[in-house]
């Protein structure tokens, strides 16, 4: 590091060049950090636990059929979803995560629902449709037939038996007492017989990231206001047949009602569906990210090409009285060094306002601390890789050139 | 001169193909980043409707008996209150208007039955809103309350469902009922679908479903809620409806009314024929609070609502950090080739070319970059565009560039080089007249 | 034509203060021939570059064609270069990236020329130093003599009353500094008043008049012993 202070002192005489670098380095290291952590975060909302097995699950919606006819349309549905080749079983279910929501209700804890506690989403599932699932019990007892209520409201008669997930029973009921607690919505009510690990709900809730697992399932028998909406579950390797078949099926035992296609797909596709604009923006973001490091790059490269080129004689005469070829790259080396630490200094000043000027207008987290010394290093290791050729070329500089005259 | 300035930037280019390229590309992809997602967001964050936004109003009251005037009332009407306010007809028009979506299919074609997304208003939509018709017309006021069996289809499911012809007169059947087709539309697509927007603040910037297309059947709105029936969704309930087959009785908001107010002061006494309204309900029993009523202009209510998806203003910001730090590279890039060009420019000074020549002579031959650079952004715009049109967002397909956008690209990428070229030519033009070519 | 009294010149550093021209006199009349000698570092080049206005200078006055230019503004001194100062450098200076014709053109660009004029004033001035058929070289293809040609080109094109020149022949050999020479003699004798800086004892004889600079000031040859001699030889020679 001896080299340290003639190096400051040529840099003092190019201010400008060297501080247009820097700010170009600034620029990149704010707009580094936070496109990564954005990726990141939409990448990890990407990654939300369903609890379900998504992988064996598919489902058939139909509209449009005369609802007087919905009790013997389920029942000829079922009858015909069942002799599929392949079925492992077939329910009613009023929605799937991912799908189309049916019921996003605010609940209270006090049947005069004076205190509003959550708006969880209600799952109604037809016997069998739990097990179908796949949601991993954690806590008190699946459904028994008893529990099975007809439905007159979005949800099965009072008082209905209801699973939560854990996250819900921890946001009611702090204490982890949640077994046979009572719930309302309105005139409402509902009994908690179980906890489930996860069940996300069909869409993001609105109070906060840990409410996409903020679901309520509940036992319903199917009927006119419990209808259209079938829950397949068959062999991860026969879904896409059986869900084929299925399609054909319902087609022929209901010719009156509407196929929507659109919510009759595997579990799998409506997940792909759902997060195709997150996966779209993330992969706009990375797209920026690498434009950027590319141009940040071969703005590295040109100028220190021109440098070198600028200071060819002065790095003969350096050669001509010592100086050896790694003398002469580390003086490269350094400098670029020097400046990349100038840009990554104000560069960390700037991601922290850039950060805090996207949570107050996107809504967006505090960004954690570790991605400024992330971005410091890839930015460092950038300058450094850049600027290595253009400092190969100078260390090779004869040093036969201070002879010559420019 | 500026022939000359042109003549020798061109040949400076030439002179350096690689650092000319490198400038050019930089200018390029910053300027294709910005101007893909500038187009997006000025596609997307216009008026909808410019020759009549200024006149139509959204009004609110709140029946919500669980909440007070310390809210914001909620986005849509309940059905007493909104068919209370068009009846009084206090407006120079005023519509009432649900979204559903009902089975629909024509006894005349051979295309299966649909889900057909279903608008049930009233006769004031089609003027009120401008909608242009490509056959026959909307229906009058007499349809509405006599609940007449007609309908105004889109051009979309008419060429699904007869071709492009003439329909009108045909016969649509939803839901078992027969209605005459009095009217098809032409091609519309307002961006957003402003007249169903609600909610926008609670959709934490997920907002791209306002950009869907239009419904393709219009209904009388008393004749659609009787064949509808029970197809309806709630905005919200502040009481559980017994039955969601009545919502007209519900204690649920479901239903809007928009008002079109030809002047400022109509729009005054407006906004007191709704305060007057709540006023009333309240002192009736009906209303628990009536303080927060709202009247706010179609635009207001775009922007109370956050229309613009928050993704996509996002990417518009960050493509113009990248564009910046584009700059900032040309910048450098422009220095560096101007200075090692001074014993050149020494020698002009000295042979009488003054600064503000030298500095023309840069900024043009920095503009050139540009422009050049525009041609490739230009490029890359229509890339990005196309990349955008291949995602899911409802308004993808509107992705296109229009000839003010074509324009505005080169005008921006010959403004950011000029930009980029001020300092360094600024430089360039203070290099001392000289005699010898020094090295620097 | 140029007339400098108690001119001086003071190139100032954080530490020192270095006069580079002193109390500095000459007049030189309108047609003159003015060869300007003295050892390195004396303060030919600083004279040359003033009396060229290239660079300003520091206390005294500078009158040329009558006009005292320190008053003047960065602008009118371009204008003054272009329209009546023609430069032959020692280096040539010219623009590698330009051909020979569009080197000559150049100060005439900047006088704002039409093309048609511009054009029978290059191949008038190309004519003359006898390079009319090198119009679509680069100056890389061209010899020492032929490049420095075309820098007299370049200073005659604009029909320049007074012609500097910066050891004009210093990067030749003999036989083309002497055909240099004669160029420069001939424009003389058509009317341009002429000062040449060099060191060259033979060349400078062949001007009508000698100054010579010592540490920034001129020395009267005649009155200094030193170069009795020298000036006989000199008077002699012409």
Redo the contacts between chains.
């Keep these: 590091m001896n080299q340290l202070a003639p190096i400051i002192a040529t840099l003092r005489r190019h201010k400008?060049?060297a501080f247009?670098?820097g700010?170009?380095i600034a620029?990149?290291c704010?707009?580094l950090c936070n496109?990564c952590f954005?990726v990141v975060s939409r990448i990890q909302a990407m990654q939300v636990h369903s609890g379900v097995d998504e992988s064996s699950l598919a489902v058939v919606t139909l509209?449009?059929f005369d609802?007087a006819q919905a009790s013997d349309l389920n029942a000829r549905i079922l009858d015909g979803l069942r002799r599929i080749p392949g079925v492992q079983s077939a329910s009613v279910v009023n929605a799937v995560p991912f799908g189309q929501p049916a019921g996003n209700a605010g609940i209270s804890l006090d049947p005069d629902g004076k205190h509003r506690a959550a708006v969880p989403h209600f799952y109604v599932g037809s016997p069998g449709a739990m097990e179908a699932l796949g949601v991993k019990l954690v806590e008190g007892r699946r459904f028994s037939a008893d529990d099975f209520h007809p439905m007159n409201?979005?949800v099965p008669d009072s008082p209905a038996s209801v699973v939560v997930t854990r996250t819900l029973a921890d946001h009611l009921w702090p204490d982890g007492k949640s077994l046979g607690k009572m719930f309302y919505?309105?005139?409402?009510s509902f009994r908690v017989i179980g906890v489930v690990e996860h069940l996300s709900r069909p869409t993001?809730g609105?109070e906060g990231p840990q409410s996409f697992d903020w679901s309520v399932l509940a036992a319903g028998t199917p009927g006119a206001k419990f209808a259209g909406s079938y829950l397949l579950r068959a062999d991860p390797a026969q879904l896409s047949r059986v869900l084929r078949e299925a399609k054909e099926a319902v087609a022929t035992v209901a010719p009156?009602a509407?196929l929507?296609e659109e919510n009759s797909q595997s579990i799998s596709d409506l997940r792909t569906?759902y997060f195709?604009?997150d996966k779209?923006?993330a992969g706009?973001?990375v797209g920026?990210i690498v434009?950027?490091l590319m141009?940040?790059a071969?703005?590295i490269v040109?100028?220190a090409s021109?440098?070198v080129?600028?200071r060819r004689?002065q790095i003969g005469i350096r050669r001509a009285i010592g100086a050896t070829r790694g003398d002469i790259l580390r003086y490269f080396q350094t400098e670029n060094f020097l400046i990349v630490s100038g840009g990554i200094a104000v560069g960390m000043v700037l991601a922290f306002f850039l950060n805090v000027m996207?949570m107050q207008?996107?809504?967006m987290p505090r960004m954690p601390f570790f991605y400024l010394p992330v971005g410091a290093l890839a930015l460092w290791s950038l300058g450094q890789l850049s600027v290595l050729a253009p400092a190969l070329r100078a260390a090779a500089t004869p040093p036969v050139v201070a002879m010559r005259s420019? | 001169m500026f022939g000359y300035y042109f003549d020798l930037a061109i040949r400076s280019l030439r002179r350096n193909p690689v650092l000319t390229a490198l400038m050019v590309l930089a200018i390029a992809v910053g300027i294709g980043a910005s101007m893909t997602t500038l187009t997006v967001l000025t596609l997307l964050s216009g008026d909808p409707i410019p020759s009549r936004s200024g006149v139509l109003y959204y009004p609110q009251v709140d029946p919500d008996t669980s909440k007070d005037d310390s809210r914001e009332p909620t986005d849509v009407l309940d059905y007493p209150s909104a068919v209370d306010m068009w009846r009084a007809k206090r407006a120079d028009r005023q519509t009432l208007l649900v979204e559903t979506g009902m089975k629909t299919m024509a006894p005349q074609s051979t295309a299966r039955p649909v889900m057909a997304p279903t608008l049930v208003t009233t006769a004031d939509f089609f003027p009120m809103f401008a909608v242009p018709f490509r056959y026959g017309h909307g229906w009058s006021a007499d349809d509405d309350e006599r609940r007449a069996r007609v309908a105004v289809i889109s051009a979309e499911l008419n060429n699904k469902l007869f071709g492009d012809v003439d329909s009108t007169g045909k016969t649509l059947r939803v839901r078992d009922v027969d209605f005459t087709i009095v009217g098809v539309l032409d091609h519309w697509r307002p961006r957003p679908q402003f007249y169903t927007v609600r909610g926008g603040r609670m959709a934490a910037g997920d907002t791209a479903s306002y950009y869907q297309r239009p419904q393709d059947v219009f209904m009388p709105f008393f004749t659609g809620l009787d064949v509808g029936r029970g197809t309806f969704g709630v905005y919200n309930c502040w009481q559980l409806p017994d039955d969601f087959t009545k919502l007209e009785t519900s204690a649920c908001n479901w239903v809007t009314l928009w008002a079109e107010l030809d002047t400022s002061a109509k729009a005054h006494d407006y906004a007191r024929f709704v305060a007057d309204y709540a006023a009333q309900q309240k002192a009736m029993g009906r209303f628990s609070h009536a303080g927060n009523t709202r009247m706010r202009n179609l635009m207001q209510w775009l922007s109370f609502n956050r229309v613009v998806p928050a993704d996509v203003s996002l990417q518009a910001w960050l493509a113009f950090a990248f564009l910046a730090i584009c700059l900032f590279n040309t910048v450098g890039l422009l220095l560096a080739k101007f200075m090692r060009r001074s014993g050149e420019i020494g020698v002009r000074r000295a042979l009488g070319a003054t600064r503000g020549g030298i500095f023309m002579q840069c900024l043009v031959e920095a503009g050139v970059i540009g422009l050049v650079g525009g041609v490739g952004g230009l490029l890359l715009t229509l890339l990005g565009l196309w990349l955008v049109r291949q995602q899911p967002a409802a308004y993808a397909d509107l992705a296109h560039l229009d000839p003010a956008m074509f324009l505005v690209t080169f005008g921006l990428s010959i403004a950011a080089a000029m930009l980029a070229g001020i300092l360094p030519a600024y430089r360039a033009s203070r290099v001392a007249p000289g005699l010898q070519l020094k090295t620097l | 034509m140029l007339k400098m009294t108690h001119l001086s010149k003071v190139y100032r550093t954080e530490v020192v203060e270095t006069y580079a021209l002193r109390d500095f006199n000459i007049d030189v009349k309108e047609g003159e021939f003015v060869a300007v000698t003295g050892p390195s570092g004396s303060g030919k080049t600083t004279f040359l570059t003033i009396a060229g206005l290239l660079e300003t200078f520091t206390g005294g006055t500078y009158h040329l064609d009558n006009v005292e230019v320190s008053k003047l503004d960065d602008n009118a001194r371009s204008r003054i270069r272009n329209e009546k100062i023609g430069f032959i450098f020692q280096a040539f200076n010219l623009i590698p990236d330009l051909n020979v014709f569009d080197n000559v053109e150049v100060p005439l660009r900047y006088r704002g020329m039409k093309a048609a004029e511009r054009k029978q004033r290059i191949m008038d001035a190309l004519e003359r130093v006898g390079l009319a058929s090198r119009a679509k070289h680069y100056p890389a293809e061209l010899s020492g003599g032929q490049q420095q040609r075309v820098a007299i080109a370049r200073a005659l094109a604009g029909s320049p009353r007074l012609l500097l020149a910066d050891e004009p022949t210093g990067n030749l050999d003999t036989q083309m500094a002497r055909s240099v020479l004669e160029l420069l003699e001939d424009i003389h004798r058509e009317g341009a008043t002429i000062v040449m800086v060099t060191h060259d004892p033979e060349l400078a004889a062949r001007a009508q008049r000698n100054v010579h600079i010592i540490d920034g000031q001129v020395v009267d040859l005649a009155e200094d012993p030193r170069f009795h001699t020298h000036a006989h030889t000199a008077e002699a020679n012409s």
């Design positions: 400008v060049a247009l670098i700010m170009e620029l990149a704010a707009v496109a954005m509209t449009g609802p409201s979005f919505v309105d005139r409402l993001a609105e009156d509407v929507d569906a195709r604009q779209a923006m706009m973001l920026i434009g950027m141009v940040t071969l703005g040109g100028l021109f440098w080129q600028q004689r996207l207008r996107y809504e420019s």
